[in-house]
């Protein structure tokens, strides 16, 4: 390229053959755009696309931590189908991720419309409702798990003291329904600004225009929310809920800290069991196996993200 | 004039807004005053069932913190964390630029399907690789230390940073690039001096982030490091503060407390960064 060269002799150097040549060629548009992306895409090619084959050969091999095992077909994922764990894990994780992401939508969108009112603090507002998705979520889990202690319990203590629950209360985290309700409760605590935030960002991009010519036709504020905001905020909380599922589908860190799966398996997901077969008990096939069912989601997600980005 | 009728209203409606602030301002961060308020209390009143949990009666102490740093590994953890955090960060940023740069800008042949690998792999949660990836981290002899986890942290960061990076550079107007390259810049020279600097507050962005969420990993820093000089702030406090006996909360909460710290002092500073880069991208939550 006539361009290059010129800075090339302008910088000094001089045309000297081979370098001159190696610099146009450098200068040419799609050489540099392969060029800088090289690095990027090695790196994922080695690190993602690379492990991710052999998750795949090891959920078809009896691979244990230390032997390299044969190829044993789809001998794992027929062990792992039949196993009562197992699919007490699928059906966990369905509810989870169902009640969960209901939960963070219904009150992320309460939140955001809260939150889009004029008000004053607004910043130091909006700074208090993000914070829970800031904090190393591990560390913040380790603060919910000693306010759901079965001795110590600050929410039985608040709750027996308000005549709320019969004296002992529940043990949160040994009893099966109220241990997935602690850990629900911790994925919203933790999801919810996520959801508020970006919710926000939606609602404040609707023009003002709408809601006056809705009010001018006799819109209450709900006959607003639900013919003005809603339909416009469409397309963000899409997104949102797209995003979320993947996340809370696929969480370890707050059923690890909380419960370890436990009581009985009553709230295992599959990164927590994949976790417990595949390091702790060494079964690094099965353990492949449980946390390849995570893909079929993932793929469905981005299906309908890649549907969706490309209509916009 | 506004009457004193519609007055009313609006004091009405500003009243109905902060009540109902109100409850999700307490859920939110309720858990951290209540984290605080127990690394500072003393065993006795922490374990005596007859004493109101929600604030210090007997005094404040800090013997739990003093515990984290007499008894415990917590510097080195902290340590840790800080020079991974700052390491995988600064790697990945350099490579986000350079690939966001060229998917945003530049046309070749296959730079969409480029940009779908890109965002597919932004999708791929941690938790479907980390089996796999702790093999690949005994392969290369970096199991153990901190440099398994300085290698695989740009699995998550590059995808990421090059989604919300690409935003960025799409908003620098093309015409001050042809300019640059017309009065015989080269392209890299275009990239670091142009580009660049026009799109900083996205590269801070990106490196708030970067920072946020290579601090707060979790299952790789688990999976990948059981050693305990090795460990990470965030896996330290969760795995080697709980003892054999139960009273332990003081001086775990007072781990969580001082291992949050270094987020939050990022967090307080560029709150605005942290909420236009939620917004910019879908970020993982």
Redesign the interface.
């Known amino acids: 390229m006539a361009?290059?060269s010129?800075?090339?002799e302008?910088a000094g150097l001089g045309p000297t053959g081979r370098l001159a040549r190696v610099?146009e060629w450098?200068?040419q548009?799609?050489v540099?755009?392969?060029?800088?992306?090289l690095?990027?895409?090695l790196?994922?090619a080695c690190?993602?696309a690379?492990?991710?084959g052999?998750?795949i050969y090891?959920s078809l091999s009896d691979y244990w931590v230390g032997s390299p095992g044969a190829f044993v077909g789809l001998a794992n994922y027929r062990e792992i189908l039949g196993n009562e764990v197992f699919r007490q894990t699928v059906q966990n994780s369905f509810v989870f991720t169902a009640i969960a992401l209901t939960f963070k939508t219904v009150?992320g969108v309460?939140?955001a419309l809260?939150?889009a009112?004029n008000?004053r603090f607004k910043?130091l507002?909006?700074?208090?409702?993000?914070?829970?998705?800031?904090?190393?979520?591990?560390?913040?889990t380790?603060?919910?798990w000693?306010?759901f202690?079965s001795?110590?319990s600050?929410v039985n203590?608040t709750a027996l003291r308000l005549g709320l629950m019969s004296p002992p209360g529940p043990n949160w985290l040994g009893q099966a329904g109220y241990a997935m309700a602690a850990v629900i409760a911790v994925n919203v605590?933790r999801?919810?600004?996520?959801?508020a935030?970006?919710v926000?960002?939606g609602l404040v991009s609707i023009p003002r225009e709408y809601y006056e010519a809705a009010e001018v036709d006799g819109a209450g504020s709900w006959g607003r929310f639900r013919h003005v905001t809603l339909p416009l905020l469409k397309p963000v909380l899409a997104?949102?809920i797209l995003?979320?599922t993947?996340?809370t589908f696929?969480?370890?860190?707050i059923v690890?800290?909380l419960t370890r799966g436990g009581p009985v398996n009553s709230t295992h997901l599959?990164?927590t069991l994949?976790?417990q077969v595949?390091?702790n008990g060494g079964n690094?096939g099965q353990?492949?196996a449980i946390?390849?069912f995570?893909?079929p989601m993932?793929a469905a997600?981005?299906f309908m993200?890649?549907r969706y980005i490309r209509k916009e | 004039m506004a009457s004193a009728a519609s007055r009313g209203a609006r004091w009405r409606?500003?009243a109905f807004?902060?009540a109902?602030?109100v409850p999700?301002?307490f859920?939110?961060?309720f858990?951290?005053y209540?984290?605080l308020v127990?690394s500072l209390k003393s065993n006795a009143e922490?374990?005596n069932?007859k004493a109101v949990?929600?604030w210090i009666q007997t005094g404040l102490i800090t013997d739990h913190y003093r515990y984290l740093f007499e008894r415990t590994d917590f510097l080195t953890w902290m340590r840790n964390s800080l020079i991974i955090s700052v390491v995988a960060t600064g790697i990945s940023l350099v490579?986000?630029i350079?690939?966001g740069?060229?998917?945003a800008r530049?046309?070749?042949?296959g730079?969409g399907a480029?940009g779908?690998?890109?965002?597919?792999?932004y999708?791929?949660?941690p938790?479907?690789?980390?089996?796999?990836?702790?093999?690949?981290v005994v392969w290369l002899g970096i199991s153990d230390t901190i440099w398994a986890l300085i290698?695989?942290y740009?699995?998550f960061l590059?995808?990421f940073s090059?989604w919300l990076l690409m935003g960025y550079f799409r908003t620098v107007p093309r015409e001050i690039e042809e300019c640059a390259?017309?009065d015989?810049?080269?392209?890299?020279?275009t990239l670091l001096r142009i580009v660049l600097p026009m799109a900083v507050p996205g590269i801070v962005c990106a490196a708030l982030f970067g920072f946020?969420l290579t601090?707060?990993e979790?299952?790789y820093a688990?999976?990948f490091v059981s050693q305990t000089t090795a460990k990470t702030a965030?896996?330290g406090?969760?795995s080697d503060l709980i003892r054999g006996d139960i009273y332990y909360?003081g001086s775990?909460?007072a781990?969580?407390v001082l291992?949050?710290v270094p987020?939050?002092i990022c967090?307080?500073f560029f709150?605005?960064y942290?909420?236009s880069g939620?917004?910019a991208g879908?970020?993982?939550?």
């Open positions: 361009v290059g010129r800075a090339f302008a610099h450098w200068e548009e799609h540099f755009g392969y060029g800088l992306i690095p990027a895409l790196l994922l690190l993602v690379y492990p991710f052999m998750a090891f009150l309460w939140l809260l939150l009112r008000l910043r507002l909006r700074g208090a409702v993000l914070l829970p998705w800031v904090i190393p979520t591990a560390l913040s380790l603060g919910w000693w306010m202690d001795l110590y600050v203590w605590w999801g919810l600004p996520f959801f935030i970006t926000l960002a997104v949102v995003f979320s993947i996340f696929s969480d370890f860190n690890y800290v599959f990164a994949a976790y595949g390091l690094l353990g492949a946390s390849l995570l893909f993932l997600v981005v993200q890649l | 409606s500003a807004g902060y109902n602030l999700f301002i859920f939110a961060l858990p951290f209540f984290m127990t922490l374990y069932l949990p929600f490579l986000a350079l690939a740069y060229s998917l530049l046309r070749f042949r730079v480029f779908t690998a890109v965002f597919i792999t999708l791929v949660p938790t479907l690789l980390f089996l796999p990836l702790s093999q690949v290698v695989t740009p699995t590059v995808p090059t390259l017309v015989g810049a080269s392209r890299m020279q946020t601090w707060n979790f299952i688990l999976t965030v896996v406090v969760t909360w775990l909460m781990g969580a291992a949050s987020v939050v967090y307080v709150l605005d942290y909420v939620l917004t879908a970020v993982k939550g």
